[in-house]
């Protein structure tokens, strides 16, 4: 069969080699793609952006597309599952009312509140003067968020009262994050350690995929301005069998219920962010519509289930019954970003040494690239991800960062730090004896 991928980031490059193994698979297209998914062996670019939904409904229907798998939030949340599935086609993701978990911070937030699902004490506001004074009557650290999609940049942790007034006002005023903007969220800090929950759901039964966290910071150690992720690692070692057990029963299954009773039946993937505090509790930060990104590519790694007959079994809502295996290794990947990352990007300079023998341990996912005769050039604000397996997260992380070495390109960064608290986990545990 031939399948679509919606997108041309890390996370689409992932989901496409991915797609391609599956000897079910004669051909997969990816709409617009990068450099690295043209190079894939059955995979072809097609100069169709996302936001080009009539075209890329014109193309599945010429091309005989049996299943279309939607990368990024902004189609998801526009509609696009609702028009393929109104044209006859198969599309993977949740329709334009359940992605609204997404697409409007405001709705998540009332929705986690309406369910009794933990998650922070928040308001929203659309008038900078009662966002000030909400401000002035709580105490910092607070957050501050866009209400719509701002690309993984719409948050702001304030240290203090005077940044959290800058953020309100810098969204309300301004104008930074457009009509994404114009309503935003105030809510509590919450203390922890963070990770991404990412599950398939068939609109009643619910697959989890491996556990993992993301660095959403750009600077080591965790610090500089908030971005749509530097690095990723799976698993996530502190979601043990008992926690996973408590965030599917406490915030998962009441998600997935809730959603149906609210006739916004989800079905798709559905990424929560969660806060793991000191106590092992979990609090819901946010939720999103897809795969995450860098998340996908580690979770591409170890996964050995065929991808695509997975999303057939949700679309045909027989999840209950998905058999899921993975590769008891772990991944990490290291993102490699473009100078002015997040608040801009370095175009048109080559990379050099994505020639090298990196080994089958490790991949190198494109996102910002594309290929000008023989040579790759960024293309985007991040602009590679690299990937690779081990036994344990340190030997994971070793191998991505020997390939990252190998990789030249005078407009390209990376944070050095990398599942750092994974590593410091594993140690520990070596150290005590377990």
């Known amino acids: 069969m031939k399948i679509l991928i919606v997108g ?111 998650t922070a004490e928040y308001d929203t506001f659309t008038e900078l003067g009662a966002a000030i004074d909400y401000i002035e009557s709580k105490d910092a650290p607070l957050v501050v968020k866009a209400d719509g999609l701002a690309a993984g940049k719409g948050v702001t942790v304030a240290v203090t009262p005077g940044q959290a007034k800058q953020a ?48 959403k910071a750009r600077d080591d150690g965790d ?34 219920r809730g959603m149906r009773a609210e006739g916004r039946p989800y079905r798709g993937v559905l990424y929560a962010g969660l806060i793991i505090d000191d106590s092992g509790e979990p609090k819901a930060l946010e939720f999103n519509c897809r ?21 057939d079994m949700a679309l045909a809502q027989r999840l209950r019954n998905a058999p899921v295996e ?26 050099f040494g994505l020639d090298a023998e990196f080994g089958e341990d490790v991949k190198v996912f494109h996102a910002g690239t594309k290929r000008v005769g023989d040579d790759v050039l960024t293309n985007g604000g991040r602009v590679l991800c690299v990937t690779a397996l081990a036994d344990d997260i340190a030997g994971a992380k070793n191998k991505a960062y020997e390939a990252v070495a190998a990789i030249q390109c005078d407009a390209l960064f990376y944070r050095a730090d990398i599942a750092w608290r994974a590593v410091a986990r594993e140690t520990m545990t070596i150290h005590n004896g377990f």
């Open 8 to 118: 041309g980031g890390g996370r689409e490059h992932a989901i496409a080699w991915k797609a391609a193994q599956s000897p079910d698979v004669d051909k997969v297209y990816v709409a617009p793609g990068n450099a690295g998914t043209a190079e894939e062996n059955k995979v072809e670019n097609i100069p169709i952006i996302p936001a080009r939904i009539p075209e890329l409904i014109a193309f599945a229907r010429q091309n005989s597309v049996a299943l279309t798998i939607v990368g990024p939030e902004a189609p998801l949340v526009s509609g696009i599952v609702d028009d393929f599935t109104n044209a006859g086609l198969r599309c993977f993701g949740p329709s334009k009312n359940a992605a609204a978990l997404e697409g409007s911070k405001s709705f998540s937030k009332a929705f986690l509140r309406r369910h009794d699902i933990p």
């Open 291 to 311: 795969l995450g990104d860098p998340e996908t590519q580690p979770i591409m790694m170890r996964l050995e289930s065929d991808l695509p007959e997975l999303c």
């Open 223 to 256: 610090s500089g301005p908030n971005t749509g992720g530097m690095g990723a690692y799976s698993p996530a070692l502190i979601v043990n069998e008992a926690l996973n057990d408590k965030i599917m029963r406490q915030i998962i299954e009441p998600t997935i």
């Open 168 to 215: 309100a006002t810098d969204m309300l005023s301004a104008d930074k994050f457009g009509e994404a903007g114009h309503r935003i969220v105030i809510e509590e800090f919450l203390a922890g350690e963070e990770i991404s929950f990412i599950v398939i759901s068939d609109g009643e039964n619910v697959l989890p995929l491996a556990s993992s966290q993301d660095h």
């Open 326 to 351: 993975w590769d008891n290794r772990a991944a990490v990947g290291v993102v490699m970003a473009s100078s002015g990352y997040p608040e801009s990007a370095t175009r048109d300079r080559v990379i």
